[in-house]
């Protein structure tokens, strides 16, 4: 397998890098203690194609390969993990789910929007039952007049403040288990769906996380993407591709804990020397640089089977799950490295080790990556 970038990935890695060092780390303490993501921030992305990466161009979408996709995800997350993962959620969650199921009406209707950002998207699966079980979903949606009618709740849905349209999974058939879910496009202003309220986590503090509520929530049968009963298969396919995305972040995250941990080695001073001279030192970043490099590897060789057309599910698991440990190794050490300046706000490595964290979490825990992956072992 050739990981050799050609030349327009190799652009617009750097574009994206610059933007992320330029653009994001800058803002990035601001936007943590304001909680939000600036929405001059926002407009920028929109316009320089961010919010579009899989769409065609009749669409207004930059239509880029998922290496492209992992590459860029990477270098935001270097700059803000928070804002990389909105693009993430904007790309992979909605926008390419819409590509891959919606009618040509619906197409028509959100893509464009969705490209240039005057609609945000967000993807609403969980709730408290459903979670790792995500076939156990209790939001109902049953058939009424001809119409879907929405009553439950769903937990943690990214983007929730900022959202204009929410791709939502419903149960349209109470007995007939993960067969029985379907998914949705909702708009904001649907009566009977409130976006309520927000979660304050431990790390990631300027994304906008929020509870949604449906009570007698109408939406016409047009609002239904793809077919009755193909939810929980179009969720699980879109979180493949998700968690190339969540990779990419993590490995970035990871390698900015790194890019701390190197410089402030080599400015602190103790015993009369740097503190990078020492061998206990350098070990820790010959172990973290391994790592992140092992953790890149995988995550390219899953976006590259996906551009393949190729299978990738296990693949995609694999990155996901090796390069979120590795980004928690990473931030732990940059924080060792640091000593106690690393436990305080006033460094980055600080923010690195919170942001860290959930990447082994959501778009499925470490452990469900693990049962994606030994399924496909024991399939042979």
Excluded at 305 to 322: N, Q, T
Excluded at 346 to 363: G, K, L, N, Q
């Amino acid at each position: 397998m050739d990981f050799n970038l050609n030349d327009e990935q190799k652009m617009m890695r750097r574009v994206a890098a610059e933007i992320a060092d330029e653009r994001f780390a800058p803002k990035a303490e601001e936007m943590e203690e304001r909680r939000e993501i600036p929405a001059d921030l926002l407009r920028f992305l929109a316009e320089q194609g961010y919010f579009g990466m899989f769409l065609p161009e009749q669409y207004g979408g930059a239509e880029v390969d998922f290496v492209t996709y992992a590459l860029t995800i990477e270098e935001f997350s270097r700059g803000s993990a928070a804002v990389a993962l909105v693009v993430s959620v904007q790309n992979a969650l909605v926008g390419k789910p819409i590509l891959m199921y919606g009618t040509d009406e619906q197409k028509e209707k959100y893509l464009a929007r969705a490209a240039s950002g005057e609609l945000i998207g967000a993807f609403a699966l969980t709730e408290e039952d459903a979670g790792s079980d995500a076939a156990n979903v209790q939001t109902t949606a049953a058939k009424k007049d001809g119409r879907y009618v929405f009553n439950g709740h769903k937990l943690y849905v990214t983007n929730a403040g900022l959202a204009g349209l929410f791709l939502v999974v419903a149960r349209t058939s109470p007995e007939a288990g993960g067969k029985g879910l379907s998914c949705f496009l909702m708009e904001r202003d649907t009566p009977g769906f409130t976006v309520g309220e927000r979660f304050d986590g431990m790390g990631m503090c300027a994304l906008d996380v929020r509870r949604l509520e449906f009570e007698n929530c109408e939406v016409p049968p047009d609002a239904l993407l793809g077919a009755e009963g193909e939810g929980l298969k179009i969720a699980l396919a879109s979180l493949d591709g998700s968690r190339i995305g969540v990779a990419a972040q993590a490995v970035g995250i990871g390698q900015q804990a790194f890019n701390e941990a190197r410089r402030y080695a080599g400015e602190r001073e103790q015993f009369g020397r740097p503190i990078l001279s020492f061998q206990a030192i350098q070990f820790y970043l010959v172990e973290m640089a391994t790592r992140l490099d092992a953790a890149r590897l995988l995550t390219l060789r899953a976006a590259t089977k996906a551009d393949a057309g190729e299978p990738f599910s296990a693949e995609a698991a694999m990155a996901k799950l090796y390069a979120s440990e590795a980004a928690n190794f990473c931030a732990n050490l940059g924080v060792q490295i640091h000593g106690g300046y690393g436990y305080m706000k006033d460094y980055a490595v600080e923010r690195f080790f919170r942001d860290a964290r959930v990447t082994e979490i959501y778009e499925g825990t470490s452990e469900i990556q693990k049962l994606v992956i030994a399924g496909k072992l024991l399939r042979g």
